[in-house]
Every structure is written in structure tokens, then in C-alpha cells.
């Protein structure tokens, strides 16, 4: 049952040090399949006194809201409920009820956005956070009506990274950001006409050199990519409410150049030690995962959303081969990332071999990668990280290797489109020993969905040095390297004064000898 999305709070009475206060302490949420509540977690040395009713605090369209459990259980049709005979069972009920409507906002269903958008035109039982505690300023509200329109036309990881860059926008103009240093007689920006280019390049400055990274704890200030982003959900959103003169503002910033993006491939060596473990272990589906991703070359959400529909075979041998469709996806509220994403890939006679192995293992799914409920999963990341530490492939030096509780930065989902991309590209040798020219990259862009061949021309990565030698030791342009040449006859050395060495006899008899030497033809 636990929901690190809905916290379940309960109100107490307590006595601190002789300081008798009503307070809201947090209750251990129950576990899976059980409606039993555990005590509250009250302070050490905190005397309890007596015990109210129980909150349920969540986030919706950008808003904490702290709401009584029995209001959410009327709101859903029970009546004659009280702090004195609501059960665990209701309180249960009312936790569930709310994480519905927030994974159906998550999804884009219609009705978890409209309660969405009732949750935050309601203003009782909703949190405040402002400076000035008179309420929620204009900027805070237009940002929370924005979030709550993302899910029916954005992708959940665009509504998650919208939602923090918008929310951390916000926090800044109020003057509450982290490491924010304010100038003295600051003011909070409350409403969107205060908003400047000066503003924007405020922002930009605080992001690059003062917020927290949370990839690296220890360096203050984003990568140039991030904040770059942020900046651009920013403009996005001050789009979005017709703010004047948005575009000549945002030119007005002098942005730093976009990082370099890595591109390099999983080597051969690091492939085999993650299946060979991933087998160990017996992790058959995340095998099958990493070989989907490293055969078809598609982003992970993609994959997340690919249906067995999705397959079409070119015969009925598996070894033929086959073709995988990427296409928008309605019922689950996803589209391709851009105009070209709709697209065949090509897959070869081995990776349909093992979808037939893995379809007979669940013939009645509709995804090829689902979850327990047959839904879209999120979670490809985070097992690929898992099983990439237990096989050993961890770069060791990264950040997130030398920090504790972080996940090397080098092993990562999306690196099987770079390998699938580098593989395609280069050269490669047949099973009769033959060199073959790789794909051309004009194909591999079509096939992997990018909005250019520019882009792809990021994955023409250089080929390992042993491997390079192998191809230029097949190439065909060996044939032209080891003809006969005939023999050359050496000319005799010129002296350095040529003119006296011709007015002596010798000289005159040496280059007489030496034409006659040569076979002149006109």
C-alpha cells in the first residue's frame, strides 16, 4: 500500500517540554495488502496527550494540498463519518483513493485532470508557502493551472521535468531557493509583469553558479544542458500566458553552449560480462530487455509503450527476420518524440527468435515489457543500474561510483541506442571471414528516428583501435597495396656546383652514361 506520493498525517496533542501544542505527525503508510495503521511518530521526549483525525498530505498540479481523510471519503459518496468512528479500513480507502487520481493524472485520464484542476481552483485545506503568508501569488497559480494541462498532451517525463524546473522558478521568486543570496530590501516577484529579461538572466546566473546539483551533491551550480532546459520550460510556460515580448527576453540571456552529449558504445567486453550475469542470475527479463534495446536501438520509452501488434515477420521462419513499428500510442497517451519517430526498424532473424521465446512465456500481454498490470513501466533505468554494479561493468570514477548511494553514470539505457548506432555504422565481417560495409548513416537515422542526420552523425564514433586494425587488414582496398611495382633505377648524385661537374670530361662521360641508361618513348 505504501505511496511515497501520499503521506498520511495525524493529529496529536503533545507536550514538549512542558509546551502543550497541537501538531500533525506522520503515520507509517500500511504495507501491500494490509489496512492496519501503525502509531504516529511523534518527537523524542514529545509527552502524547490526546489524538484528532487523520490528513492525507500529497502535490497535485504543483500544490500541496493537506486534506482530511474523512473529506476525501464524503467527496466520494460516504457519509456520518467522524474522528471517532473512521477504521483503518477508511483511512485506507481514502490513501487509495487519491493515489488513483494521480496515477490517472500521470496517464493523461481525462477525470484526473478535471479533479486536478478543482484541486486547484480549491483553496481550503491547501498549504501555503508564500513569503508573505497572504496567499498564493499570480506566478504560483498560473504555474500550478500550466502543470495541471501537461498530462493530456505531454509525456509523464516531460510533466515530471517541466513540473521541477517551473516549481524551482517559482521558489526562486520568492526568495526561498536554495543557496539564493537576496539583495538587501528584496522583494518577492509575485506577479508575471515583474518578470524581466533582467529576471530571466538572474535565474540563469543561479542556476550556474549556486543551485544544488543533485547528481553531484558537492559541486554547486548546473551543467550547461540542464539549466538550459529549465530555462527553456521557463520561456515555455511565460509562452503558454501570453507573456509580451517572451522571445526577445529570452534572446537577452547569454546561454552557455549545450555540453557535449556521450555517445560511446558499450564495449564487447562489458556486453558480455552483463548478459553472462544477467543469466547467473537467472534475470531472464532484464536480459531480454538490454537485448531488445541493443537490437532495435529504440529510446527506452519506446519500449516501455512497444506491443506485440507492433511485430510484423517477414515469413513464418524467425530467422527471416522481421520489421518493429513505432507508432503514437493513444490509449496510453504517448507519441513518438518527433515527426520522424513514426518508423519501421528492421530486426534481425535472432532478436525475433528470442520474442518467440519470450511470448510463449506470456502469451496474454498486451505490452512486450510490462508491468504486473500490464501497463507501461519507468522502472528500465533502475534495474539496468542494478544488475550492471552485481556484473561489474561500473566505471569506477564517475561521480555517481565514488558517491554512496549513487548509481555509475556510465551505465544507462540509452547507451544501447549509442551501441546500436556505432554497430550499424561501421564496418563489420561476415561469417565467412568478408568485409562489409557498414549502413549508411541517411538509413540508421531513418531507423533509429532522428530529426536529422546531423544528429546521427553524433554516433559516428571512432571504432576501438584493435577492432579498426582488423577491418583495415580485411579491407578490399588491400587489393591495390599489393601489386608488383617494377624496379626503379637510381639516378647518380648530382654534385652541388652541376655546372663545373658538366665542363670536366668525367662529368660529361657520367651523364652520357646515365641517359643511355633510360629507354626514352615519345
Known amino acids: 500500500m505504501a505511496n511515497v506520493r501520499v503521506r498520511l498525517l495525524k493529529q496529536v496533542k503533545l507536550n514538549i517540554k512542558g509546551k502543550v501544542k497541537w501538531d500533525k505527525c506522520v503515520v507509517p503508510l500500511p504495507t501491500m495488502g494490509k489496512s492496519k495503521l501503525g502509531p504516529a511518530k511523534i518527537a523524542s521526549g514529545a509527552e502524547l496527550l490526546a489524538e484528532g483525525g487523520y490528513y492525507l498530505d500529497y502535490r497535485v498540479a504543483g500544490a500541496r494540498k493537506v486534506v482530511t481523510a474523512i473529506s476525501i471519503l464524503e467527496a466520494a459518496g460516504r457519509k456520518g463519518l467522524t474522528t471517532e468512528n473512521i477504521t483503518d479500513t477508511d483511512v485506507t480507502a481514502a490513501i487509495g483513493n487519491i493515489a488513483r487520481h494521480l496515477d490517472g493524472l500521470r496517464a493523461g485520464d481525462k477525470a484526473a485532470i478535471d479533479w486536478a484542476q478543482e484541486q486547484t481552483k480549491s483553496r481550503a485545506h491547501t498549504k501555503t508557502v508564500e513569503a508573505d503568508g497572504k496567499g498564493k501569488s499570480e506566478i504560483t497559480l498560473k504555474i500550478a493551472g500550466y502543470l495541471a494541462t501537461l498530462p493530456a498532451i505531454r509525456a509523464a517525463n516531460s510533466v515530471l521535468a517541466y513540473t521541477s524546473s517551473l516549481e524551482a522558478f517559482d521558489v526562486w521568486c520568492q526568495g526561498k531557493a536554495p543557496n539564493q543570496e537576496l539583495p538587501r530590501g528584496f522583494k518577492p516577484i509575485r506577479d508575471v509583469k515583474q518578470i524581466t529579461a533582467d529576471t530571466l538572466r538572474e535565474y540563469y546566473s543561479y ?39 517572451i522571445d526577445e527576453m529570452l534572446k537577452e540571456v547569454e546561454k552557455a553552449q549545450n555540453d557535449s552529449v556521450d555517445t560511446s558504445p558499450y564495449s564487447d567486453e562489458a556486453l558480455e560480462r552483463l548478459f553472462t550475469k544477467c543469466y547467473e542470475l537467472g534475470l531472464i527479463d532484464r536480459a531480454e530487455l538490454c537485448q531488445f534495446l541493443l537490437g532495435t536501438g529504440q529510446r527506452p520509452g519506446e519500449t516501455a509503450v512497444a506491443e506485440w501488434t507492433d511485430i510484423a515477420r517477414k515469413g513464418q521462419d524467425a530467422a527471416l527476420g522481421g520489421f518493429i513499428q513505432v507508432a503514437a500510442k493513444p490509449h496510453y497517451k504517448w507519441k513518438p518524440k518527433t515527426l520522424k519517430g513514426t518508423r519501421a526498424i528492421p530486426i534481425s532473424g535472432a532478436l525475433l527468435a528470442m520474442l518467440d521465446r519470450r511470448r510463449v512465456r506470456a502469451p496474454e500481454s498486451v505490452l512486450i515489457f510490462p508491468t504486473g498490470l500490464d501497463k507501461p513501466t519507468n522502472k528500465f533505468l533502475r534495474d539496468l543500474k542494478e544488475v550492471g554494479e552485481l556484473a561489474g561493468i561500473n566505471c569506477g570514477t564517475c561521480v555517481g561510483c565514488r558517491s554512496e548511494g549513487m548509481a555509475c553514470r556510465e551505465v544507462y539505457t540509452h547507451r544501447f541506442r549509442h551501441t546500436y548506432a556505432c554497430k550499424m555504422l ?20 531513418k531507423w533509429m528516428g532522428h530529426s536529422s542526420i546531423a544528429v546521427t552523425q553524433r554516433y559516428l564514433e571512432a571504432m576501438p583501435d584493435l577492432e579498426g586494425l582488423e577491418m583495415v587488414n580485411l579491407s578490399e582496398v588491400n587489393h591495390w597495396l599489393d601489386q608488383p611495382v617494377a624496379p626503379v633505377v637510381a639516378a647518380p648524385p648530382l654534385p652541388v656546383d652541376v655546372a663545373a661537374w658538366l665542363s670536366t670530361p668525367e662529368g660529361i662521360a657520367q651523364f652520357q652514361e646515365f641517359l643511355a641508361s633510360k629507354t626514352i618513348t615519345a
Open 207 to 245: 542556476m550556474a553558479a549556486k543551485a544544488v546539483n543533485h547528481k553531484n551533491p558537492n559541486v554547486k551550480g548546473l551543467s550547461a544542458t540542464t539549466r538550459n532546459g529549465k530555462l527553456g520550460h521557463v520561456g515555455t510556460w511565460l509562452r503558454s500566458i501570453k507573456v509580451p515580448g
Open 426 to 445: 561501421w564496418s563489420y565481417r561476415d561469417a565467412n571471414g568478408a568485409i562489409k560495409r557498414g549502413v549508411d548513416v541517411k538509413t540508421v537515422s
